[in-house]
């Protein structure tokens, strides 16, 4: 995976490109916005990171003009976290948005996620494949060992929402609005259960949804 760093300060640069390094992954570096665009167009990158307030070109306006020729992922990193910057970046067509200071390791997960995002959707017809677990997201089918599961439609959504942030540390309130909607009446044990409902129809497969205590789970193929 090649990302872009765009950052007018080195010290973030410094440490992003380590973590993206260290996770196996390849780091080419922006000091603005008008030198992110240039290598935009003559590089292709797995996704981007953009700082927000640069000199010569902000961040909002080099996703601007990048989204003129690329559907790179682009996720913004910015010192503000007002609603209305975090808006304002979603319709210039960044994918995510991160507010400083920020964890590295939850960069890089959201990278992760944002990059597999673009993928399923470049391969929503496809067949997922993880191992014996096999999701095809565009015929709402899920195949263990090569025999259909019987979900019902949440345990559907919710494998597919797990499937398409795998990596992502998800809380049981992100998973009640994003499954079941923002005006969904219930609690974390509504979660709970149906989590339990799911593992026992993947069976070995089970060991891919990781429970993380006083947080929530996520999904991760490694297991």
């Keep these: 995976m090649k990302i872009l760093i765009v950052d007018d300060e080195d010290m973030i640069r410094a440490v ?3 973590y993206v390094e260290f996770d196996g992954g390849e ?23 953009m700082d927000v307030m640069m000199p010569k070109l902000d961040g909002f306006s080099a996703v601007k003009e990048i989204r003129k020729f690329s559907d790179v992922p682009i996720l913004m990193l910015s010192a503000r ?17 991160v507010t400083k200071p920020f964890s590295p390791k939850e960069v890089l997960a959201r990278i992760n996620a944002v990059v597999r995002r673009g993928n399923l959707k470049q391969r929503s017809g496809q067949v997922l494949e993880f191992g ?16 259909k599961a019987e979900l019902t439609p949440k345990e559907y959504e919710l494998l597919f929402f797990f499937v398409q942030n795998e990596g992502v540390a998800l809380t049981r309130d992100v998973l009640l609005s994003k499954v079941w909607g923002y005006d969904f009446y219930g609690d974390d044990r509504t979660v709970d259960t149906h989590v339990k409902m799911l593992r026992s129809n993947l069976k070995e497969y089970r060991r891919f949804i990781v429970t993380l205590r006083g947080h929530g789970y996520k999904f991760d193929s490694r297991q």
Excluded at 27 to 49: H, P, T, W
Excluded at 83 to 96: A, N, R, V
Excluded at 132 to 147: F, H, M, N, P, T
């Design 16 to 18: 992003l490109r380590e």
């Design 27 to 49: 780091a080419d570096e922006a000091r603005d916005g008008m030198e992110a665009v240039e290598k935009c167009r003559s590089s292709s990158y797995d996704a981007v990171l």
């Design 132 to 147: 014996g677990l096999k999701v095809d997201i565009a015929g709402r089918s899920v195949y263990v060992d090569g025999e």
């Design 81 to 97: 976290g007002e609603e209305y910057d975090k808006l304002f970046g979603f319709e210039m067509g960044s994918d995510d948005y």
